[in-house]
Nanobody
Framework: VQLQASGGGLVQPGGSLRLSCAAS????????MGWYRQAPGKQRELVAT???????DYADAVKGRFTISRDDAKNTVSLQTNMLKPEDTAVYYC???????????????WGQGTLVTVSS
């Protein structure tokens, strides 16, 4: 299973970006999909998650500004980021809990990360 993240870039404060993460491989099912971020000098932190049933959860710092969504037909998860602030600057990683074909177990996979820089 491989995850490909995209959509990062440089944006001014107050701007928006849409991050996407597509999974490929012998996938049978995907349970929880999520986005994490890691700012320079800080630990990786949870940004948002979405379950297979569509239940979402957000870090307090992004509630009301970010929206996570998923497209199970395309094995993708997206993160719409609005009203970006300089403190949102970080490398954003997608994480998918995947069951591959022929397996009964779940495995967490990480994308390679996409850099979001919020600066004027």
């Amino acid at each position: 299973v491989q995850l490909q993240a995209s959509g990062g870039g440089l944006v001014q404060p107050g701007g928006s970006l849409r991050l996407s993460c597509a999974a490929s491989g012998t996938i049978s099912a995907i349970n929880v999909m999520g986005w994490y971020r890691q700012a320079p000098g800080k630990q990786r932190e949870l940004v948002a998650t979405i379950t297979s049933g569509g239940v979402t959860d957000y870090a307090d710092a992004v509630k009301g500004r970010f929206t996570i969504s998923r497209d199970d037909a395309k094995n993708t998860v997206s993160l719409q980021t609005n009203m970006l602030k300089p403190e949102d600057t970080a490398v954003y990683y997608c994480n998918l809990r995947v069951r591959t074909r022929g397996s009964w177990s779940w495995t967490n996979y990480w994308g390679q990360g996409t850099l979001v820089t919020v600066s004027s």
